[in-house]
């Protein structure tokens, strides 16, 4: 039996996120600390009081979702939790990164503050939004985008029956309109742009030249990419891969093929909500999945 660790992705944030965990066990809150001293903003804080619509603010909802995977993969590995991968949903990869050794944790949260402002910059300056396009293939949603009037493209390609689409507003919303128009269900995403696409450039530039000088290590399991749908082996450039990462389509569908052909079959989410097991059930046959996001569903992670 092999297991991998799986984290988060933006959009999932909930006000209070992870805090039972905090509160059955303080030595957690270092974790906000660390993260804090980084950002030169009180994170702990943010979770605990910010409304909906505060926390959903890139620049508070990345550092925050990551921070809250690696409270509850902590809180699981002091149970003895432990994996022989990772791999992460967009954001999540940057958790998974801290969890595979490749960063420190201080390095995770100047990795993800710098990411977090290019591209809450970039959204500022571009009118994008993303879709969720659910019960309709992934070509089909490709010819849509692609006989669109505008720029709209495949973002995630999340399972089976979901894609989501991301671009300039008007294109996305006239494509959803076209993907309801054969039976599919379209659900816009709490997120402030068309992230993983061309319109975030100059968020994928200014990431670049702030973490090039980053130290990336060898992570010390296997770590897998959303870039490439498989697992990574070149980590001589990592600053390179993860702008291209800012910009490029999450091919989490490939992904999973591939971790399962690895032989894993025990799948288990660390952050808010259970999105990644929610992927996992309807993508993969055969396979345990599970998720980690407070106290109740820990105790699940080792029934």
Do not use: W
Not at 198 to 206: G, R, V
Request: glycine fraction near 6%; proline fraction near 3%.
């Amino acid at each position: 039996m092999a297991t991998i660790a799986l984290f988060s992705g933006q959009g999932s944030q909930y006000e209070k996120m992870g805090l039972d965990l905090v509160r059955q066990d303080a030595s957690l809150k270092e974790i906000y600390k660390t993260a804090s001293d980084v950002l030169g903003f009180d994170l702990y804080a943010i979770i605990e009081d910010s409304d909906a619509q505060t926390l959903a603010r890139t620049i508070y909802a990345q550092p925050a979702i990551m921070a809250t995977s690696l409270v509850c993969l902590e809180a699981a590995k002091k149970k003895g939790f432990t994996y022989d991968a990772v791999a992460g949903h967009s954001l999540g990869e940057y958790a998974a990164m801290v969890a595979s050794g490749m960063l420190s944790l201080e390095d995770g949260f100047r990795v993800i503050k710098a990411r977090s402002e290019a591209m809450d910059a970039a959204a500022s300056a571009a009118d994008g939004a993303m879709c969720a396009i659910l019960k309709l293939a992934p070509a089909e949603v490709e010819r849509i985008c692609t006989e669109t009037e505008g720029y709209v493209v495949p973002a995630n390609y999340n399972s089976s029956v979901q894609t989501v689409i991301a671009g300039d507003r008007d294109a996305v919303e006239k494509a959803a309109a076209a993907c309801t128009a054969l039976k599919a269900r379209a659900v816009p995403l709490a997120v402030a742009s068309a992230f993983h696409t061309k319109l975030m450039q100059p968020a994928a530039d200014a990431f670049y030249e702030a973490v090039k000088d980053v130290t990336f290590h060898e992570p010390n399991v296997t770590f897998y990419s959303n870039v490439l749908g498989t697992a990574r082996t070149d980590f001589s450039d990592m600053a390179s891969a993860l702008a291209a990462h800012i910009v490029s389509p999450v091919r989490f569908t490939d992904e999973l093929a591939a971790i399962q052909a690895a032989g894993i079959d025990t799948f288990v989410e660390f952050g808010p909500k259970n999105v990644l097991t929610g992927l996992v059930k309807k993508t993969l046959k055969g396979v345990t999945a599970k998720n980690c996001e407070n106290c109740e569903t820990l105790e699940g992670v080792f029934a």
